[in-house]
């Protein structure tokens, strides 16, 4: 199994454009989760989604957009990057809610 | 929203050393984990133990729901335990892990 995968590892946008990241799990997990984290921080909720065709807001949901259309992908769009979203993305999923497992993370820097 | 405090927020240790991490929280929570950010990032789930007391070689935790604290035990600390340690808790009635900013751990021979 290869478990989380993100796609792309790095990124470097301008201010405006807009960008999607790809999260993909194979361990037939209900619930997925895309986190972000800056520097010396913990990770902080944008989306998370608990099934198929869901999507909820987490703590810092503005100037994302998220799409679950089939269980094993949960995407993540930027519309219009801005410097603030430059961070680390980070995408997890779990079985019922319970214990997560993190992908490897996305670098995001926006110019 | 709920709250996590994780202590110390620093802790340099020589190898084969014991030392304890703790995680308070605000709130009644039904998810507590505990993860490793090793040096390269990565992001390791430790233990989900939103009560009780768990063991895993080295590891072990222990969660006291009633007074909302948590702890992390590494008894005999290796190079390879570097890295930063986050508590994260879920609060009942949400779906959303809340973490806490961590406690940065080096490990030097």
């Known amino acids: 199994n290869a478990g989380v995968t993100q796609t792309p590892k790095f990124r470097v946008l301008k201010t405006g454009q807009s960008m999607t990241l790809l999260c993909a799990q194979d361990?037939?997990?209900?619930?997925m989760y895309w986190y972000r984290q800056d520097p010396g921080m913990g990770l902080r909720l944008i989306h998370y989604s608990v099934g198929e065709g869901t999507t909820a807001k987490g703590e810092v949901p503005d100037g994302y957009n998220v799409s679950r259309l089939k269980k094993q992908n949960f995407l993540l769009g930027l519309e219009s990057a801005a410097p603030s979203q430059t961070s680390v993305y980070f995408c997890a999923s779990s079985y019922d809610g319970g214990s997560e497992h993190f992908g490897p993370g996305t670098r995001l820097t926006v110019t | 929203g709920i709250q996590v405090e994780q202590s110390p927020p620093d802790l340099i240790l020589q190898e084969g050393a014991n030392s304890t991490l703790r995680c308070n929280f605000s709130d009644s929570v039904n998810n507590l984990q505990w993860f490793h950010q090793n040096p390269w990032g990565q992001l390791i789930n430790l233990f989900y133990i939103p009560s009780g007391t768990k063991q895993n070689g080295r590891l072990s935790a222990t969660t006291v729901a009633t007074e909302r604290y948590s702890l992390l035990y590494i008894s005999s600390s290796q190079t390879t335990d570097s890295g930063v340690y986050f508590c994260?808790?879920?609060?009942?009635?949400?779906?959303?892990?809340?973490f806490g900013t961590g406690t940065r751990l080096q490990v030097f021979p």
């Open positions: 994260a808790v879920e609060s009942y009635n949400t779906d959303k892990l809340i």
């Open positions: 361990m037939n997990h209900e619930y």
